[in-house]
Nanobody
Framework: QVQLVESGGGLVQAGGSLRLSCAAS????????MAWYRQAPGKQRELVAK???????NYADSVKGRFTISRDNAKNTMYLQMNSLKPDDTAVYYC???????????????WGQGTQVTVSS
């Protein structure tokens, strides 16, 4: 069993900051790429930022320069530092991890339950 648990969401005023965390737990052999997605009401889920096991990152154009993704491989934990937040950043943020549960098992994607981020104007 593998669980991804997000934390750190909440309500913040425009221009403020939040830090999201995602901890992977359970039977895990190796975590490959991890990513944050978000879904606003009435919109499709979109990729916000992604980080490989080696630390390479990529970001959606809408968050470049404002958000920073990072991870602690020893703790199987990923973070998203969100600065200069805008009302358009309001969404449910989901953690995604591609991982192997055992050496002989193929990698697959796992998802967290989501955490709400609301930015007021």
């Amino acid at each position: 069993q593998v669980q991804l648990v997000e934390s750190g969401g909440g309500l913040v005023q425009a221009g403020g900051s939040l830090r999201l965390s995602c901890a992977a737990s359970g039977t895990i052999f190796r975590v490959n790429a991890m990513a944050w997605y978000r879904q606003a009401p009435g919109k499709q889920r979109e990729l916000v930022a992604k980080i490989t096991s080696g630390g390479s990152t990529n970001y959606a154009d809408s968050v470049k320069g404002r958000f920073t993704i990072s991870r602690d491989n020893a703790k199987n934990t990923m973070y998203l530092q969100m600065n200069s937040l805008k009302p358009d950043d309001t969404a449910v943020y989901y953690c995604n991890a591609n991982l192997h549960r055992a050496e002989y098992m193929p990698a697959r994607d796992y998802w967290g339950q989501g955490t709400q981020v609301t930015v007021s104007s």
